[in-house]
């Protein structure tokens, strides 16, 4: 619709085929549409009863001065992007080759969009305010750095925590409320050594995301049919595996 990339035709495993437009850097552009351009196509696919360069005739949308033809069509997301894709799905879910259907969970998908919602306020440019509100939210520790006011510092702190921890190192943030805790003289200094800084607060969370994964602790007890707080670890000590459940997952904040 935009260029005059012929295209080619793709055989699928199933036997069928679809028409698909590969990308080649190391090949030169298309030519670009244009309203005048595309008229003339039109004019030779009536003459030679062909299409041509992708036009096979006259479109009455042509005709309007107030329209142009090739940048006020949009291309069709549907059939262009999400055609099979139901199909896909339902085959993933249900198939016999894939896990079922159950062991799958949708409450990281409903937390996450969550999240999103948060990241924007109105109808306009939200993919903008989008990113410019995940990028305020990773950069807000750096921001505080250079702050002395207090008031600024609780202010800017009680919004980040309000959001989901987004862009870890690690890939994960906690889920749900969370509670004040105090650990022990001897947690308190492995999770020091651990973190390298001093936590001026520590969060006690029940769930958590972990790469994509809801992992739960014993504390939710609204799961009944998983086991996720059991986790296997390496114990530097006894140099060896272990086997340990987690009652609580924590987050804390530096000074």
Known sequence: MRCVHPGETY??????????FPYDASKS?????????????AAIATESRKTFKGIKGPSFLMTLKSYDYVKSSSIDYMHGVLLGIGKLLIKLWVGSSHRPLWVYSCFPFENINGVLMELFDGTQNIEFQMMYSINVVQSMSLMVKGINDQNLIHFADKNNSAKAIIGTSAASFPIGASSNITLSDNLFGKLVNEVKFVPV???????MSLRGNTLHSTAYTRVQMRNTYTVKYYDFGSKTVQLGMHSSLHSCKEM
């Open 11 to 20: 055989k699928t495993a199933a036997g069928g085929s679809v028409h698909v």
């Open 29 to 41: 552009m298309y030519e670009e549409r244009t309203s005048s351009n595309c008229l003339e196509d």
């Open 201 to 207: 607060k520590i969060l006690s969370y029940k769930r």
